[in-house]
């Protein structure tokens, strides 16, 4: 069956590290991956996606690998902050279809200063 | 531009009731998809439109429905209520002319079902 699996454990960094969360997923073959970040009581807010054809993408300082070898999306937050804390969404297109996004269970990252 | 509003923010209802909930996407956007989130199961596709047409749909029962207006806005339908419809409705807007779009969420209602 088809899975996304995400670090089912809260991440918890020093502030000025680097954090790295991973994305697994399982008989998908997804044309791109999106990020998303939630905050509590909040809708999740966007923060990059990348094609299939894409190795790595950056935006500040966030970072994304997308390996469709292994099946597997790491993203990184470089120079990492306290403000940095919230729980981060991986996504794939769901079946082809439009608009259809087919979500992990989400990290907890949280950031000590 | 004004972000994606939801209403309402809050609900409680109680098992056997229905309940609408109301998305209105971001101004030019004719993409409404919508969410379930809860702590066991996350985020769930639920449906989505465009222009007025269902064009996805997920793995939900019947009782979850929905529909947009000519304006884009859109609603969804939860008819005989259960206590495991208890969850957060999102909605995300996009412009839906693209396979890979950036999906603009609402703050969601969160409803309770008793």
């Known amino acids: 069956s088809q899975k996304i699996e995400q670090n089912s454990e809260a991440l918890n960094i020093q502030e000025g590290k680097t954090a790295t969360l991973t994305c697994n997923y399982t008989n998908y073959s997804p044309a791109y991956l999106q990020w998303y970040r939630q905050d509590p009581g909040r809708g999740p807010v966007f923060l990059l996606l990348i094609r299939e054809n894409e190795k790595e993408k950056r935006k500040e300082r966030l970072k994304v690998t997308f390996d469709t070898t292994l099946k597997q999306s790491l993203f990184h937050i470089t120079a990492s902050q306290p403000a940095d804390s919230a729980t981060y969404l991986c996504a794939l297109d769901g079946s082809g279809g439009y608009n259809k996004l087919i979500f992990g269970a989400g990290t907890r990252l949280a950031v000590h200063p | 531009k004004a972000g994606v509003t939801q209403t309402p923010r809050y609900l409680i209802k109680t098992r056997g009731q229905q309940v609408t909930l109301s998305c209105s996407p971001i101004?030019?956007?004719?993409?409404v998809s919508w969410y379930q989130q809860t702590p066991g199961q996350g985020l769930q596709f639920l449906f989505e439109?465009?222009?007025?047409?269902?064009?996805n749909k997920g793995n939900f029962p019947g009782r979850f429905s929905g529909r947009q207006f000519s304006n884009s806005r859109s609603e969804m339908n939860v008819s005989t209520l259960e206590l495991g419809d208890s969850a957060l409705y999102l909605c995300?807007?996009?412009?839906?002319?693209?396979?890979?779009?950036?999906?603009?969420f609402g703050p969601g209602t969160r409803l309770l079902v008793l």
């Open positions: 439109y465009f222009s007025e047409t269902q064009r």
């Open positions: 101004s030019g956007h004719r993409s």
């Open positions: 995300a807007s996009s412009m839906g002319l693209a396979g890979a779009e950036t999906q603009y």
